[in-house]
């Protein structure tokens, strides 16, 4: 293939058209001015979540037209793919209207806005409701955040088992004007319980004549409404299923798991464990008033003061080391420095594999000693960096000869190997103890690890430094 031939085939790989903003069009129908009729057909073309994306930039004018225009169900879809606070535009419509909407809403969603408004709004929002919707959203609220019940939606279709191939297909015509998560039927037998699930296609390519038992699968994954989060967000996401079904502890079906509820649930477990990684007690929004970022952060830091406080009161202790040789206060950064960052990377590293919640003891060890070996290394690596920079920094740059300059730069050079592998151990053994104690390992945050790893650095720095240098060597100015 020629050189000419192969850019070709480069710049045809890379130059992607250009896609349609969608927003733009949508803005300029909204304000076209022409009957709504016509703009109502003409929105009929666009994804919900398109038109919800332009809401916030109509005015308040525009939005109540658009809610007589629309209808209710097509409000409700907008109002699921909306980013801000549902609540207020629900204000724009009146408790009636407002409880009609959330009742075409899927209980899941609706549950999400009411936990977002003042509980006694919220209370007179769900008695407006059909007996249907509130005990739908009843049964949501009924489970605690962490249990993976507070998650699932009510929108599935469920059959008997016994049926045939053409009742079942009866059945799910009737129940999909309700229920459009249609992609997989769950089957019940005579005493409730669930027994298994069978694939739409399976089902539409099924000859009348086969057995209902031949279509479905009886070993299919499922979880338990009161199971936590955390224990079964591994299990669900090892499934590449539409939804999963939610029993309660009699194996009676009460909801499901769908497949963006996966996404929204691991995407709020990693958002709650960055927060937690930064020091935080809860994750912070944009729009989020002072007073409550405070709240958030204040826990954390006033334990981090006192723990500096103790880091401080250790470097008093060494204040005669310092007296002596004062040049070491110059590199004392860079060894608490790295210590932070090598305890860090290991509980990085530790959180993300205690996950799994199958893990033995003997993994856990191995994880350990794997982490003291990186830190080892990489300690010894970079205090070997350590011993020829700054031995040359101090003989060239400060004049004070190569052989005092080598003896400081040994010293930082291994007190560096010391900090870092004591750091690795304990960005490992911290969260495991958490872990352990079923706490949430990522408790044991970024700030939390480097304060601690702080303590050790300068433990190990400065007692290196009275022990080689100036015990040893006897090099005090």
Same mark, same amino acid.
């Given at each position: 293939?020629?050189?000419?031939?192969?850019?070709?085939?480069?710049?045809?790989?890379?130059?992607?058209?250009?896609?349609?903003?969608?927003?733009?069009?949508?803005?300029?129908?909204?304000?076209?001015?022409?009957?709504?009729?016509?703009?109502?057909?003409?929105?009929?073309?666009?994804?919900?979540?398109?038109?919800?994306?332009?809401?916030? =930039?109509?005015?308040?004018?525009?939005?109540?037209?658009?809610?007589? $225009?629309?209808?209710?169900?097509?409000? /409700?879809?907008?109002?699921?793919?909306?980013?801000?606070?549902?609540?207020?535009?629900? =204000?724009?419509?009146?408790?009636?209207?407002?409880?009609?909407?959330?009742?075409?809403?899927?209980?899941?969603?609706?549950?999400?806005?009411?936990? =977002?408004?003042?509980?006694?709004?919220?209370?007179?929002?769900?008695?407006?409701?059909?007996?249907? /919707?509130?005990?739908?959203?009843?049964?949501?609220?009924?489970?605690?955040?962490?249990?993976?019940? /507070?998650?699932?939606?009510?929108?599935?279709?469920?059959?008997?088992?016994?049926?045939?191939?053409?009742?079942?297909?009866?059945?799910?015509?009737?129940?999909?004007?309700?229920?459009?998560?249609?992609?997989?039927?769950?089957?019940?037998?005579?005493?409730?319980?669930?027994?298994?699930?069978?694939?739409?296609?399976?089902?539409?390519?099924?000859?009348?004549?086969?057995?209902?038992?031949?279509?479905?699968?009886?070993?299919?994954?499922?979880?338990?409404?009161?199971?936590?989060?955390?224990?079964?967000?591994?299990?669900?996401?090892?499934?590449?299923?539409?939804?999963?079904?939610?029993?309660?502890?009699?194996?009676?079906?009460?909801?499901?798991?769908?497949?963006? &509820?996966?996404?929204?649930?691991?995407? =709020?477990?990693?958002?709650?464990?960055?927060?937690?990684?930064?020091?935080?007690?809860?994750?912070?929004? $944009?729009?989020?008033?002072?007073?409550?970022?405070?709240?958030?952060?204040?826990?954390?830091?006033?334990?981090?003061?006192? $723990?500096?406080?103790?880091?401080?009161?250790?470097?008093?202790?060494?204040?005669?080391?310092?007296?002596?040789?004062?040049?070491?206060?110059?590199?004392?950064?860079?060894?608490?420095?790295?210590?932070?960052?090598?305890?860090?990377?290991?509980?990085?590293?530790?959180?993300?594999?205690?996950?799994?919640?199958?893990?033995?003891?003997?993994?856990?060890?191995?994880?350990?000693?794997?982490?003291?070996?990186?830190?080892?290394?990489?300690?010894? $690596?970079?205090?070997?960096?350590?011993?020829?920079?700054?031995?040359?920094?101090?003989?060239?740059?400060?004049?004070?000869?190569?052989?005092?300059?080598?003896?400081?730069?040994?010293?930082?050079?291994?007190?560096?190997?010391?900090?870092?592998?004591?750091?690795?151990?304990?960005?490992?053994?911290?969260?495991?103890?958490?872990?352990?104690?079923?706490? &949430?390992?990522?408790?044991?945050?970024?700030?939390?690890?480097?304060?601690?790893?702080?303590?050790?650095?300068?433990?190990?720095?400065?007692?290196?430094?009275?022990?080689?240098?100036?015990?040893?060597?006897?090099?005090?100015?």
């Amino acid at each position: 293939m020629g050189e000419f031939e192969e850019k070709k085939i480069n710049t045809e790989q890379t130059d992607v058209p250009k896609k349609r903003d969608y927003e733009k069009e949508l803005i300029a129908i909204i304000k076209s001015g022409e009957p709504p009729q016509v703009i109502r057909k003409k929105l009929e073309d666009y994804h919900e979540n398109d038109i919800a994306s332009v809401w916030e =930039e109509l005015t308040k004018e525009e939005r109540i037209k658009f809610y007589q $225009l629309l209808g209710n169900e097509t409000i /409700s879809e907008i109002f699921t793919y909306l980013e801000d606070d549902v609540s207020r535009y629900l =204000e724009e419509l009146g408790l009636e209207n407002a409880a009609d909407i959330l009742e075409s809403m899927d209980a899941d969603d609706a549950v999400d806005i009411l936990d =977002e408004m003042e509980d006694e709004k919220s209370d007179r929002l769900i008695q407006l409701m059909d007996a249907e /919707s509130r005990h739908d959203i009843n049964l949501i609220q009924s489970y605690e955040d962490d249990e993976i019940g /507070s998650k699932m939606t009510t929108n599935f279709i469920v059959i008997r088992r016994g049926l045939t191939i053409p009742g079942a297909m009866k059945e799910l015509v009737a129940q999909a004007a309700d229920n459009d998560n249609i992609s997989t039927l769950y089957v019940i037998d005579e005493n409730e319980s669930f027994c298994g699930a069978i694939d739409l296609k399976d089902l539409i390519i099924a000859r009348k004549y086969t057995a209902l038992e031949d279509v479905i699968t009886t070993s299919y994954p499922y979880v338990y409404a009161k199971e936590s989060i955390d224990e079964c967000i591994e299990d669900l996401k090892d499934y590449s299923e539409d939804s999963i079904p939610v029993l309660d502890n009699d194996k009676k079906i009460l909801g499901v798991i769908t497949a963006q &509820d996966i996404v929204e649930v691991v995407d =709020e477990e990693m958002g709650e464990d960055y927060a937690k990684l930064a020091g935080l007690t809860a994750e912070e929004d $944009l729009n989020e008033p002072l007073l409550e970022s405070m709240k958030k952060r204040i826990p954390w830091l006033a334990v981090l003061l006192v $723990l500096g406080m103790i880091v401080s009161a250790v470097v008093g202790v060494f204040e005669q080391v310092v007296s002596q040789l004062t040049i070491v206060v110059c590199f004392q950064s860079l060894i608490l420095g790295m210590a932070g960052n090598a305890g860090t990377q290991s509980l990085a590293v530790t959180i993300r594999v205690l996950m799994d919640e199958n893990l033995t003891g003997g993994q856990k060890l191995r994880l350990m000693f794997k982490e003291m070996r990186v830190g080892a290394v990489n300690g010894f $690596l970079l205090g070997l960096l350590s011993l020829v920079f700054i031995g040359c920094y101090i003989a060239l740059v400060k004049g004070r000869g190569f052989g005092f300059g080598f003896a400081v730069s040994a010293c930082i050079g291994f007190s560096l190997t010391i900090a870092m592998l004591i750091s690795s151990i304990t960005g490992t053994v911290i969260p495991m103890f958490f872990h352990k104690v079923k706490i &949430d390992p990522a408790v044991a945050s970024g700030p939390l690890i480097t304060t601690v790893n702080d303590l050790v650095a300068v433990v190990t720095y400065y007692g290196m430094t009275w022990l080689l240098l100036i015990h040893l060597l006897q090099l005090a100015e």
